[in-house]
Nanobody, 118 residues
Framework: QAQLVESGGGLVQPGGSLRLSCGVSGIIFSIYNMGWYRQAPGKQRELVATITNRGSTTYADSVKGRFTISRDNAKNTVYLQMDSLKPEDTAVYYC????????????WGQGTQVTVSS
């Protein structure tokens, strides 16, 4: 089973940037598609960005053009560069491997809190 450790969150003003990291262990990282999810207070967790094992990316409409997902297979790490942040991006951010219906890894990491506020 995978172990997922997210980091890089914090408090940032609207229009600012953050770079999140997710270290993954316990699996052959390079064969998995990976994704970043977020959960805002009172809302369901949503998938915001994915990257395939070959590097193809997709984004939710709400973050398209502002967020960039990337991965480093040598470091077993997936990143999320977040630019032009908005208050509605405030959430706890998690990484996991997206499946056809749900995330593949049943054990989630602790997540990293992102707060966008002036």
């Amino acid at each position: 089973q995978a172990q997922l450790v997210e980091s890089g969150g914090g408090l940032v003003q609207p229009g600012g940037s953050l770079r999140l990291s997710c270290g993954v262990s316990g699996i052959i990282f390079s064969i998995y598609n990976m994704g970043w999810y977020r959960q805002a207070p009172g809302k369901q967790r949503e998938l915001v960005a994915t990257i395939t094992n070959r590097g193809s990316t997709t984004y939710a409409d709400s973050v398209k053009g502002r967020f960039t997902i990337s991965r480093d297979n040598a470091k077993n790490t997936v990143y999320l560069q977040m630019d032009s942040l908005k208050p509605e991006d405030t959430a706890v951010y998690y990484c996991n491997a997206p499946g056809s219906r749900a995330a593949i890894f049943t054990s989630w990491g602790q997540g990293t809190q992102v707060t966008v506020s002036s």
